[in-house]
């Protein structure tokens, strides 16, 4: 077998497995919630309202969305700044200007994306504000 095709079907494989699986175990233990309930009430057991809403709906915890916008924002500056960095390094190595020129492209895409969601951030902290 090629190599190109056993890179392609274990590349696609582990991204597959990064989706799937925690999906798989998500809904396993939604799953095991239901079973639970439906074994408390054939014994007769009453349950009470709010943790039958804990089984059935999960804890989720309320997302601070402005955090994590600002929290994404920073991982993908630092990420265009690896980039320019690698560039820079990979240019003074080689001494070919083009490696630095092409690595710019990631960067700018990266650092784009961070610069917009650093903003995002911002109107989420002033939205929290006027609803306080």
Not at 32 to 52: F, N, R, V, Y
Not at 82 to 98: D, K, L, T
Not at 101 to 117: E, Q, S
Request: hydrophobic share 50%.
């Amino acid at each position: 077998m090629d190599e190109g095709i056993i890179f392609f079907f274990v590349f696609f494989g582990f991204l597959a497995a990064i989706i799937l699986v925690p999906i798989y175990l998500r809904e396993r233990t939604r799953q095991s919630a239901h079973h639970l309930i439906a074994q408390a009430l054939e014994k007769g057991q009453t349950l009470d309202p709010s943790l039958m809403k804990v089984l059935t709906e999960g804890q989720k915890k309320p997302r601070d969305k402005a955090r994590s916008s600002l929290a994404s924002g920073i991982v993908l500056l630092a990420l265009a700044g690896g980039f320019v960095g690698g560039g820079y390094a990979i240019s003074q190595i080689s001494g070919a200007e083009e490696a630095f020129f092409g690595m710019m492209i990631p960067a700018a895409i990266l650092g784009a994306l961070g610069a917009a969601f650093v903003l995002l951030a911002l109107v989420d902290f002033a939205t929290q504000r006027k609803d306080d």
